[in-house]
């Protein structure tokens, strides 16, 4: 199918592109990857009388750490999160989504932000783990930080005001003495996934574990934060989605977590190979 007729606007700073979604008005869409916008075109679902490519935008295409958090900007291609040195030493759970998301094709053009921005609820990448981060929304009015677990309300939505793009994704910093992990099932490589978590255990100063955890659903994500009594929450929600008791039983040692595993990396795997494996019989 052929989109109607557009103007084809091409903006070489952020205050441009703010200008032009001023200035046009809802007739005024940002192209970015093009994932969702592109399909909706060509189905007329969205029909923009002009097209703002913000893929020129250097200042947008950066990973680096201030003030304790990672931020990704939203035109950082999705290959470069693998090669980055800053990902690859701190933050094992985004590195292993990297290396998931689609195919390496789609993972060398398309931005980070772009794939955030998806109309439609992301199926590859879940948060890193909660507290999940949040991302910086630019508009006329300034910029404004939103949680990353409120940015999509509903399918085909985002909390994106008209005049407004998403410019930067923010991620914490992993706690000292933890580890990580994410772990997709897919038919096929570059499939959404049909069941998939991350994880991350972390002790404090007391030896005390911490479990943070996400499963991915077909339609959401179920998140749990703490040590033993989160644990336990954990294991009685898998219970009431008709898991035997058994097989949970061997996850969690008294403390909540698997205590033969020898670092806090090996425990979130350990962890999640099952829990993953458990929610893919479900779906």
């Known amino acids: 199918m052929i989109p109607p ?4 606007l091409t903006p070489q700073s952020l205050s441009e592109v703010i200008g032009l979604l001023h ?11 093009g994932h969702s916008l592109i399909p909706a075109m060509r189905l007329r679902f969205a029909e923009p009388c002009h097209l703002i490519e913000i893929s020129g935008l250097e200042d947008l295409s950066c990973i680096r750490e201030a003030d304790g958090l990672l931020r990704i ?3 950082t291609r999705e290959a470069d999160l693998e090669d980055s040195e800053i990902v690859q030493t701190g933050y094992p759970i985004l590195l292993d989504t990297a290396k998931m998301i689609a195919d390496p ?6 931005p980070v932000g772009a794939t955030s921005r998806t ?3 992301p199926m590859t990448i879940p948060p890193p783990c909660p507290p999940c981060g949040q991302v910086e929304i630019t508009g006329q009015g300034g910029k404004r930080i939103v949680p990353i677990d409120e940015f999509f309300p509903d399918f085909f939505t985002t909390v994106l005001d008209h005049g407004e793009i998403l410019t930067e994704i923010q991620i914490p910093a992993p706690p000292p003495n933890s580890g990580g992990a994410y772990l997709k099932i897919e038919c096929k490589v570059g499939d959404d996934a049909g069941a998939a978590g991350a994880a991350q255990v ?3 100063e007391d030896a005390e574990p911490t479990l943070q955890a996400v499963l991915q659903t077909h339609v959401s994500y179920v998140a749990f934060i ?4 989160q ?4 294991k009685e929600y898998l219970q009431q989605e008709g898991i035997p008791g058994k097989r949970l039983d061997a996850l969690y040692a008294p403390a909540g977590l698997d205590l033969h595993a020898k670092s806090p990396g090996e425990i979130a795997v350990s962890v999640l190979a099952e829990i993953v494996q458990l929610q893919a019989q479900l779906s």
């Open 5 to 8: 007729a557009f103007d084809y």
């Open 202 to 204: 972390s002790w404090d």
């Open 23 to 33: 200035q046009h008005g809802p007739d005024a869409k940002v192209l970015a990857g």
């Open 119 to 121: 109309v439609i609820l």
């Open 105 to 110: 094709q789609v993972r060398n053009l398309a």
């Open 226 to 229: 703490g040590s033993k009594k």
């Open 231 to 234: 644990a336990r929450a954990l």
């Open 73 to 75: 900007g939203a035109m």
